[in-house]
């Protein structure tokens, strides 16, 4: 199985049958290296909220490869006028599927779909806590430090990847009293350097706890 990072929040996990990509803003992520036509197949798209950071090319990649989205329910009906294949959960839910296993976690953060000048609700925010061949996988989302996280030390989760850019999210500081609580085998930095108001040294990122993997855009990993 491999891991890829795409910058910002986005990722695509490749096991030997399927692709997933995790908020795929892909278009006009200024870290990304890849173009939509250059994506493979991708069959489950996990979105943790609205924004166009992280919703990004939904539409646009579940249309062209028929993915399937996995989202909360005010997503799913938002999607559901572009007659897009959808799988609609909501925080503490799970749901096994023929990849694996995906459980929606909490995120504290907003979630709004901006159209034109219409602002849209979309329902709350979350993250993903992902099982695929006895790997678990924490895609935190855009959230705040909270001690909601302390459940997810029961999960012994192999990948933790956690926002560290501030201002929207936590910032280095608060990731790194994340991982005291979730305490992951390893933890990778996310959702930094997008913007000037997101800027951060991911070196700084450091904890006794565990291995830090900084991935550069495009980078894969195998776990």
């Known amino acids: 199985m491999k891991l890829t990072y795409l910058g910002h929040s986005a990722f695509i996990i490749n096991t030997t049958k399927h692709n997933i990509i995790i908020d795929p803003f892909v278009k006009d992520n200024p870290l990304c290296k890849l173009e939509l036509s250059e994506l493979p197949k991708i069959h489950y798209i996990l979105v943790t909220h609205g924004h166009s950071d992280h919703l990004g090319d939904t539409v646009e990649i579940a249309k062209r490869h028929n993915s399937k989205v996995i989202c909360n329910f ?15 959960m909501h925080i503490g839910g799970r749901v096994a599927l023929d990849f694996g296993k995906v459980k929606m976690t909490p995120a504290i953060h907003g979630s709004s779909i901006t159209e034109s000048t219409h602002i849209i609700y979309a329902g709350v925010a979350c993250g993903f806590l992902i099982e695929i061949d006895g790997v678990k996988l924490y895609h935190a989302g855009d959230t705040a430090l909270t001690y ?12 933790a990847m956690l926002p560290i850019g501030g201002n929207f999210t936590m910032d280095l500081e608060d990731s790194l009293h994340a991982l005291e609580l979730i305490r992951p085998k390893k933890a990778i930095p996310m959702h930094y350097n ?14 006794p706890l565990c291995e830090v993997v900084i991935m550069n855009p495009n980078e894969t990993l195998d776990i």
């Open 74 to 88: 005010e997503i799913a009906q938002y999607l559901d006028k572009y007659n897009i294949n959808y799988h609609a």
């Open 148 to 159: 909601d996280m302390k459940l997810l030390e029961r999960e012994a989760i192999d990948y």
């Open 194 to 207: 997008t913007f000037n108001l997101i800027k951060e040294d991911p070196t700084k990122f450091k904890s």
